[in-house]
RNA sequence: GGCGGUAUCGUCUAGGGGACUAGGACACAGCCCUCUCAAGGCUGGAACACGGGUUCGAAUCCCGUUACCGCUACCA
């Protein structure tokens, strides 16, 4: 089973082409360890995979990678099918739980074992910690070598009898092993810069790579797109595959997301969970189309897409290099044009239990009447950036009356006895109109300004402080049609108690 | 240290030998619109890491340097 260098890499090149003369429905994986919640950087691997897998009619399968029984909880198991659902990565086939295959992997171990491809290590894994420590301290390079393992079979029968523990290496042929990949073109390692890696450990638990191969064989994936740092893992992996008398699949490794000081994106870079996104009012395909956005692009300038327009124009040949920086500016814009293009049913149906989470409104109340509220969304929209956003501007269009913020007051209703009347005179136009429609409203306040020699703003201000409490809100005339006659008359009436009193 | 990867405005990027006085987007500044705030429109500042080649010609190809990132475990 050893490998000359030529077959070595030609096995590694050629497989992902010759092996399937026929066409075969793809099948892609997003396997991440549920150590934490969904990573942003996780989140747009997932969604490469997805994005591959439903633009080819192919698989998305998902495997929870368990094995470390240390780190791994279930809370992190939940809240990665939570972040997932959000974002509305469905996968196909159950989730594979990778602690379930160990009996395989161990299986495979032997395998290995037994045709050669790997050998019995009885050095104690003190040993080699020390002799690791002793090469760092000269500044050397610590390798694995081959030699101190190698024992007679007299020797290892001994031990085997005596019932010394082992741990299984893989022995490394000569050559070159290298892919061609989808992303970087052909990446090649110098075999001798691999040293014969654990498989299996001396407790007979399987070593991740041992693992993910095992799996990925038996899920019959055809390409495995992930993290750049998975890069020098991959010689490894080949050499399995290799090894195991399986087809090597195509790789694609994509590039990290970076914070803005150009780290990997950690938590000191603030909100870097999926979920932090939905608590803060993002919208899913918003947050799709901003990860798309890092590490893919269209080759025009295309930059909103929706969910269908980024299946549509998903390509591996728009994959980057280059680690890009989460910029969390432009996720907000993004959002807002979402907002924008979101059909307003499906917003309400977002906001209004937002509101009612706010304590501000009933849901049930604002959907019942959905020609106003998706008049009051229409309003709104276009000035948020997240449904936090609208949320928070809608209270003037929810509750009885408002309160009038100190700033406004100071900024707007200077002279006291002044703008008193004039609100008053304001209020007194208003109730005389016989219908309250955004057309008669601003023909009869314009009038009141020019028979009073004042421009429009003059009156307009004043009046939007008594029906917002603020300085700032949609058009004066369309809060006060949405406010509604009897509130926008019984705010103004309110402003000049407050005014006289 | 070794190995691998990457390098265009502050950020995301277009670009794949001449169409580049380097295009778009976010952010920023100014102007317009205007009842405020947004949205929108217009304008502006802002980049090919450095050094060598190859070529009539290089942001684009090659080599080196530098910087950054990743891996370097009986972690995943």
């Given at each position: 089973m050893h490998m000359s260098s030529v077959e070595s890499s030609a096995a590694a090149s050629a497989s992902p082409a010759s092996a399937s003369p026929a066409v075969v429905r793809p099948r892609v994986r997003f396997a991440p360890s549920p150590t934490g919640f969904l990573h942003v950087g996780g989140a747009r691997t997932a969604l490469f995979n997805w994005l591959y897998a439903r633009k080819y009619d192919g698989d998305f399968l998902l495997r929870i990678e368990d094995t470390d029984r240390q780190r791994s909880t279930d809370d992190s198991t939940r809240a990665i099918f939570d972040g997932l659902n959000w974002l509305g990565l469905d996968w196909d086939e159950e989730v594979v739980f990778q602690g379930a295959n160990v009996a395989r992997h161990h299986a495979d171990a032997h395998r290995l074992l037994a045709t050669g491809a790997a050998y019995r290590d009885f050095t104690p894994a003190m040993e080699i910690e020390r002799l690791r420590a002793e090469a760092e301290a000269r500044g050397d390079a610590y390798r694995f070598d081959r030699a101190m393992a190698e024992l007679t079979d007299a020797e290892t029968e001994a031990k085997l009898a005596a019932g010394e523990p082992y741990a299984i290496r893989f022995r490394v042929p000569d050559g070159t092993t290298e892919w061609p990949d989808l992303v970087h073109g052909r990446i090649a390692f110098p075999n001798k810069d691999i040293e014969d890696f654990v498989i299996l450990r001396s407790d007979g638990t399987p070593v991740y790579n041992m693992a993910v191969v095992s799996d990925d064989i038996a899920m019959r994936i055809t390409l495995v797109m992930r993290g750049d740092d998975h890069i020098s893992n991959t010689p490894k992996q080949i050499l399995l595959y290799q090894a195991l008398g399986a087809a090597v699949p195509q790789f694609a490794h994509v590039p990290m997301i970076h914070g803005t000081d150009g780290k990997k994106l950690s938590k000191r870079h603030g909100a870097t969970a999926v979920g932090d996104y939905q608590y803060q009012g993002l919208l899913p395909?918003?947050?799709?189309?901003?990860?798309?956005?890092?590490?893919?692009?269209?080759?025009?300038?295309?930059?909103?897409?929706?969910?269908?327009?980024?299946?549509?124009?998903?390509?591996?040949?728009?994959?980057?290099?280059?680690?890009?920086?989460?910029?969390?500016?432009?996720?907000e814009w993004m959002n807002g044009q979402h907002?924008?293009?979101?059909?307003?049913?499906?917003?309400?149906?977002?906001?209004?239990?937002?509101?009612?989470?706010?304590?501000?409104?009933?849901?049930?109340?604002?959907?019942?009447?959905?020609a106003w509220f998706h008049g009051v969304l229409e309003l709104l929209r276009v000035r948020s950036r997240t449904l936090d956003d609208i949320v928070r501007q809608a209270s003037p269009f929810l509750t009885e009356l408002v309160e009038f913020e100190p700033e406004a007051v100071t900024k707007q209703w200077r002279d006291a006895a002044a703008t008193a009347e004039l609100l008053q005179a304001t209020h007194d136009c208003l109730a005389a109109l016989p219908e309250w429609t955004p057309a008669t409203m601003e023909e009869a306040l314009r009038a009141l300004a020019e028979a009073r020699g004042i421009s429009g703003g003059k009156i307009f201000q004043p009046l939007r402080v008594a029906l917002v409490g603020g300085t700032v809100s949609p058009g004066i005339f369309e809060v006060l049609e949405y406010v509604g006659r009897e509130r926008s008359l019984a705010r103004l009436d309110a402003a000049v108690r407050f005014l006289q009193g």
């Open positions: 395909g918003a947050m799709l189309n901003f990860l798309a956005l890092l590490g893919w692009s269209t080759g025009d300038d295309t930059e909103v897409m929706s969910l269908p327009e980024l299946i549509r124009r998903f390509d591996t040949d728009g994959l980057h290099k280059k680690a890009a920086v989460f910029d969390t500016k432009k996720l907002l924008l293009l979101t059909p307003l049913d499906e917003l309400a149906a977002l906001v209004a239990p937002a509101i009612e989470r706010a304590g501000t409104g009933v849901a049930a109340d604002l959907l019942a009447r959905p």
